[in-house]
């Protein structure tokens, strides 16, 4: 929901996080209001400035409110990342209209909390937490009951442990699928990047679903097909990949087998993709580098795609439909479908010019605020009502 501090792919999330501290202080010469009707989930974007004010989140809407909200007898709270500083990020739960924001994770200084992932019963959000390697916890929606996934890698640097990333609950919730790497890393490429599939309750190992050539790809970033068949999933290829630097996203099933490309490399198809609750569409965006003009570096140097657009294709690839159209003046990041299908959230420029978290209805229209803050808002998901 990659949000995804660094970016999504290509490089290890050690060196993502320590690029991300040290160029906050450029962060406001790449922020502005958008023009038009998501992150990993491209991460989290990047922490606010330390100049940045705080402020609250506002109920209001804007100045053209829904006639319609989501029904809430269907459609539950958003869970979401938010910096609370330059270095450390919490998760919050927040009603669609704005109402009821409350955070849920409560973590200690330096300490990255990021991608949540509500359960399909709604009981309990995953998320990845991440210091010097990243983890999967969940966490009780009451905010009880935190827990970690397998060992104890939090500060153990590369390569003596495995990393966790970017949980997504399988429709049974029994599994959740992860980002796994490990091993060297070499020119800013991990070698072992896996999209693994591990036991909700105990961070077992199950299998993993797809794992390319060493030092070639990175792959995760998953959403599942509703009967939980399949998952789709982004590939962002390395230098040695083929193509090199590209993106795309693919589909498998979930036993490993099938493995076939969605779109086209050249539409740079990334971030998190997410299936629609009836199974009918995939919701993506199409993940732009930053340039010389974002942050004045080299664009080898770049931190996050923080631009692009948001797209639905069908499950076969055919009737792809661009539902936003934004330049490249507007952060747009990660994205979720309501429960009932009809909605989306997603996180793009708001106050401040940071990302807030905003839904609209599915054909693009109706689009609103959800949070009004200078703080920075993303990886938005949508979890049921209870």
Known sequence: MTDRWGRIMRTAKVTRIALTVM????????????????????????????????STTAPTTGSTPLAVWPDPAIN????????????????FVINPDGTGERQLTHP????????????????????????????????????SGL???????????????????????????????????????????????????????????????DAPAPYSADVGNAGWSPDGERLVFSQHDSALGNPPGGRALFV?????????????????????????????????????????SDLALPTETSLDELHGNLYTVHPDGTGLHQLTHYDSSTIVLSYSFSPNGRWITYAKSGVGGGPDIFLMRLDGTGLQPVTRTSLWDSVPDWGPAR
Do not use: Y
């Open 252 to 292: 498998i099933n979930a036993d490993g087998t099938g493995l076939r490309r969605l779109t086209v490399w050249r539409l740079k198809g990334g971030d998190h993709p997410v299936w629609s609750p009836d199974g009918m569409l995939i919701l993506f965006r199409t993940v732009e580098p930053l340039t010389n």
């Open 108 to 143: 200690d200084q330096a300490v990255i909390d990021n991608n949540p992932d509500w359960s399909p019963d709604g009981s309990k959000i995953a998320f990845e937490r991440c210091i010097v390697r990243c983890e999967v916890w969940t966490i009780n929606e009451n905010g």
């Open 147 to 209: 827990k970690r996934l397998g060992p104890n890698c939090l500060e153990v640097p590369v390569p003596a442990c495995e990393d966790r990333s970017s949980p997504a609950w399988s429709p049974d919730g029994r599994v959740l699928a992860v980002d796994r790497a490990f091993g060297p890393v070499t020119n800013d490429q991990i070698k072992h990047s896996q999209l693994a599939l591990i036991d909700a309750s105990t961070g077992r190992l199950i299998r993993t679903a």
């Open 76 to 91: 539950g709270p958003i869970a979401f990342g938010r910096w609370l500083d330059e270095t450390t990020r919490a998760i």
């Open 23 to 54: 160029l906050v202080s450029l962060i406001p010469a790449c922020s502005s209001s958008g023009s038009s009707a998501s992150e990993s989930r491209t991460g989290a974007a990047l922490p606010p400035s330390s100049s940045t004010p705080s």
